[in-house]
């Protein structure tokens, strides 16, 4: 999380980036590290608390709205990258970074924290997804559930609080990212024949990289009604037609990504017409992407989701 994380704050930026493994006390206490993950840069800890010393322990963030994390924020590392004199970012970056925020939840990832059974029941939700192609019953969940001593309905709704999934008006799970359990405009059939639907173009692209299978997706045009599949084998992808592009955007609202930006990233036949769909809905700002780049925000968001630990 902490390498993606750091990744994300550089946007395409030069940096030399060593990873380093910590074997024992006495390595912890040269390099400096109180806890896996320590993120240095230039040697220093930007994110050091007084009266802490070197430790091989898992390592807590406390961000300054109080939420808790295992890794710096993009923005916050960002932001130390910028006090410590590192490369600066263009214009274009930033922009990219904020319309990816919801779907990556402001640089804290879409990766559910494993405190309270919250990774546990969201990778069963999301696992069961996979295999059936539909959202999981309450009842499905709550031998996860109970295993840290925590109801389903508990456990789901901080995870819907947190933006992982939502629900429905009578607390079933409606969606959970990159999953939906109602029909969207993008339809995802993975080898094997399971089918599902996705919550957007980027989403779509995730899941064969989450689930580190084959998978055809179908979608169209919003603006021809023209068809758009993608045939993802062996990690490699085969656009039909060739000229597809995605686009990806964010409405100028707050709140969870199923309202702020799902809507807002489709797969169109060419650049142009996404063009022409963003001249029709002025209360969209976003770009259009390359496939390389499409392909590449949706292993690095949803590639993580089911790993274990």
């Known amino acids: ?126 696992r069961h997804f996979a295999a059936t192609g539909q959202a999981p019953q309450t009842a499905t969940l709550t031998p996860v559930a109970s295993s840290v001593g925590r109801t389903t309905q508990e456990v789901l709704a901080e995870l819907a609080r947190e933006d992982f999934l939502t629900l429905d008006e009578n607390g079933q799970i409606r969606a959970a990212y990159p999953f939906s359990a109602v029909p969207t405009a993008h339809r995802v059939t993975l080898e094997g024949g399971v089918e599902m639907w996705s919550m957007c173009a980027i989403d779509a692209l995730g899941i064969p990289e989450m689930l580190g299978t084959d998978a055809v997706i179908a979608s169209s045009d919003p603006v021809t009604g023209e068809p758009v599949t993608i045939t993802s084998e062996n990690r490699h992808t085969v656009w039909e037609p060739d000229s597809a592009a995605v686009f990806v955007g964010r409405r100028s609202c707050s709140g969870p990504a199923a309202a702020v930006c799902c809507d807002a990233m489709n797969f169109f036949t060419s650049a142009d017409s996404a063009r022409s769909w963003l001249e029709q809905h002025p209360d969209v700002q976003g770009k259009t992407v390359s496939q390389e780049l499409a392909v590449q925000i949706g292993r690095q968001i949803f590639g993580p989701l089911l790993a274990a630990g």
Request: proline residues 6%; glycine residues 12%; contains cysteine.
């Open 1 to 126: 999380m902490a390498q993606e994380r750091v990744r994300a704050a550089l946007a395409g930026r030069t940096a030399r980036v060593e990873a380093v493994e910590v074997r024992d006390a006495a390595e912890a206490a040269q390099w400096g590290m109180t806890g896996s993950p320590t993120v240095l840069i230039d040697g220093t800890d930007p994110f050091a608390q007084a009266g802490t010393g070197p430790s091989m322990s898992c390592r807590i963030y406390r961000h300054a709205d109080g939420t808790v994390d295992e890794a710096p924020r993009v923005d916050e590392l960002r932001q130390a990258l910028g006090a410590a004199g590192g490369p600066e970012a263009v214009e274009e970056d930033c922009c990219e970074s904020d319309l990816l925020d919801p779907i990556g939840r402001a640089g804290r990832g879409r990766r559910a924290p494993a405190e309270r059974g919250l990774r546990a029941v969201h990778q069963a939700v999301l």
